[in-house]
């Protein structure tokens, strides 16, 4: 199989229009496709970008909803 590399900018686009497409907002699209992308970068591929179906169809039937109030907040060490 040959290997096929997918610059990280051109991922967190891609996650950023699915999630658009689903419902969120830009800043939460974005926060999120640079979260998937960092997770598979580090080799954590459970928490990556295999999770961004289960995330959009979850936003589709209202599971998830955006912009509810609360914001998210990604906390650095």
Do not use: C, W
């Not at 950023?16 to 907002?25: I, P």
């Not at 999120?32 to 997770?39: R, S, T």
């Amino acid at each position: 199989m040959a290997q096929v590399l997918v610059k990280r900018k051109e991922i967190v686009n891609f996650v950023t229009r699915v999630l658009r497409n689903a419902g969120a907002n830009e800043a939460e699209s974005l926060q999120m496709g640079e979260v998937l992308a960092h997770a598979d970068y580090r080799g954590h591929f459970s928490h990556g970008l295999n999770r961004l179906e289960m995330y959009h169809n979850d936003m589709k039937v209202g599971v998830i909803k955006s912009s509810s109030g609360i914001k998210p907040e990604i906390l650095k060490p």
